[in-house]
């Protein structure tokens, strides 16, 4: 394809007019307000913080928190820029579709691959946190880890491909779950840290093996007591002065340890997805994103710091959610058992989400001809099967992961995961820029709803990313990340020289078509429908 060739429609010289993505057409618009604002909530509540957060404790210390609250304000930053793109024009191909109208075709096949990269690897680290959660009970320990995780991967796989008003229950009940247990640890560890209760943690925890157990046993047994195979700590304060202070590991650690942190925050951006399936998104997304910096503040914040409280962090183990550490060690009978089972549904829900946005996005994708043709084709009940079978089909990478590296799985898929939700994230604030420079020309209007101090936010959005991404490179363990990341680019741009002849140039042209309602009362969807039409005759 000639470089001079547009890939998208320009603009209406109209400024109330907004573009429509093809790749809209034939969803069933079935997610209500109550939908959106629990995918809200339930998408940025995952693995990140049931299992991930536990892991990052023990490798960072109480500091942790302070990355946190930084990469939460930045993810706010993204998740405003795409909440007005959404009102702008929503779209269930949201990152691909508003990358093909800012950034071109190169922009949007980029973006697309990358938010794919995202949640087919992020769809790797939840059937392996599914796997390490089983494995808490004796019963599923003589199951090798790789069975559970292809057990987990199959039976969302099936749930998924249902229609999306079944997803969108799924999701309003696995966020209230995730919701009421957040709320309930926060209780009882309120409770906990005013009355300095004491707290027994099993020596033996998790999975761990000799090397692991002997490490934090050398770093607890210096400030406690052993009694009955446990270690007796007090919840307080004195947690972030005792044991090597508020930031044992050094400033330092905490920057490394941020795109863990990244990675948990992955997910804040399904409600760009969902709003191309929501009724009214023009009305009920702006509550649903001004909400989130509250909720970033209060579940992932407020929960991290009270995890420092209520125990030490040397407490925290990186095969052990940290609030099934916390219920165990509270003492309360059968609290383990059923706090696991609820992570284990938060890590569900969150595979369930990944299926959602990558298949939509896939789909986007394969109608412009940069994805293959069988990812845009909807089953009967109006789901993307095709890209959904896609990515559990990549799934099973994640499940031979398992069988060859069980014990170091997580942390490899996660920290890979990472790079392709910061990826994408500076993909969202590159789109939202352009449309800001767009508006200020007049081509078209920004909604009321808008990204303060654009295009200054965007830019320290993108900065702050970038630096996370390149601070890896300063472990061992992030070098090898960032290999393996380097190498998903390296694909990519081959992957873009073998399609980019293969792609269809009217079909990229006419990808984009206006929402404007003509005297006859026609709707976006309608236009969307009509254009889609139209590309099935010029084919046939």
Not at 317 to 325: E, G, L
Request: proline share 4%; with cysteine.
């Amino acid at each position: 394809m000639a470089e001079s060739q547009s890939n998208y429609v320009e603009p209406s010289p109209k400024p109330n007019a907004a573009l429509a993505d093809k790749g809209d057409g034939g969803y069933d618009k079935a997610l209500h307000n109550r939908h959106m604002q629990m995918i809200a909530i339930g998408g940025s509540i995952g693995t990140g913080l049931f299992l991930g957060a536990g892991g990052r404790l023990a490798q960072g210390g109480p500091g942790l928190a302070i990355a946190y609250a930084v990469c939460g304000f930045f993810a706010f930053i993204m998740v405003r820029a795409l909440g007005e793109l959404a009102i702008y024009r929503p779209s269930s191909g949201a990152f691909v579709s508003y990358a093909r109208e800012f950034m071109g075709e190169k922009g949007a096949y980029a973006t697309g691959w990358l938010f794919f990269l995202d949640w087919a690897v992020t769809a790797m680290a939840d059937i392996t946190a599914v796997a390490l959660y089983m494995h808490y009970w004796p019963t599923f320990r003589g199951i090798p880890q790789w069975v559970l995780a292809l057990v987990a991967l199959a039976i969302v796989f099936a749930l998924n491909i249902m229609s999306v008003k079944f997803f969108g229950e799924m999701e309003f009940w696995f966020a209230l779950i995730k919701v009421v247990t957040i709320l309930s640890f926060m209780a009882l560890a309120i409770w906990a840290i005013v009355t300095e209760r004491v707290m027994s943690v099993p020596v033996n925890v998790g999975n761990m093996d000799s090397v692991q157990l002997a490490d934090r046993t050398s770093r607890i047994e210096l400030y406690s007591h052993v009694a009955n195979g446990h270690f007796e700590v007090t919840s307080g304060f004195h947690n972030w002065t005792s044991f090597g202070g508020f930031l044992p590991m050094g400033s330092f650690a905490i920057v490394t340890l941020s795109m863990g942190v990244i990675f948990a925050f992955g997910g804040t951006e399904m409600i760009g997805v969902a709003a191309g399936e929501a009724k009214n998104a023009r009305e009920i997304l702006p509550k649903a994103v001004n909400s989130m910096i509250g909720r970033i503040a209060f579940f992932y914040v407020g929960a991290v710091v009270l995890m420092t409280l209520v125990l030490p962090w040397t407490a925290y183990d990186k095969n052990q959610s940290p609030f099934v550490t916390f219920f165990t060690a509270l003492g309360v009978p059968h609290a383990g058992d059923i706090v696991q089972i609820v992570v284990l549904t938060a890590a569900l829900s969150s595979l369930n989400a990944g299926l959602y946005a990558t298949g939509r996005t896939l789909r986007s994708m394969a109608l412009a001809g940069e994805a293959p043709a069988v990812a845009a084709r909807l089953n009967r009940h109006q789901v993307p099967a095709g890209g959904i079978a896609i990515t559990a089909g990549l799934g099973i990478v994640g499940v031979i992961i398992n069988a060859a590296v069980p014990a170091s799985a997580f942390n490899i898929i996660m920290d890979v995961a990472a790079v392709g939700i910061a990826g994408t994230w500076i993909s969202v604030l590159i789109s939202h820029w352009i449309f800001v420079n767009r508006a200020k020309q007049g081509l078209v209007e920004r909604p009321s709803y808008r990204l303060r101090f654009a295009p200054w936010s965007n830019l320290i959005g993108i900065i702050f990313f970038a630096i996370v991404i390149l601070a890896m490179g300063m472990s061992d363990d992030g070098l090898i990340t960032l290999g393996i990341a380097l190498g998903c680019v390296l694909a990519m741009v081959i992957g873009w020289y073998a399609v980019r002849d293969r792609i269809d140039a009217d079909l990229m042209d006419n990808m984009l078509v206006e929402d404007i309602e003509d005297p006859l009362g026609a709707s976006a969807e309608a236009a969307v429908e009509f254009a889609l039409q139209q590309a099935e005759e010029e084919r046939a």
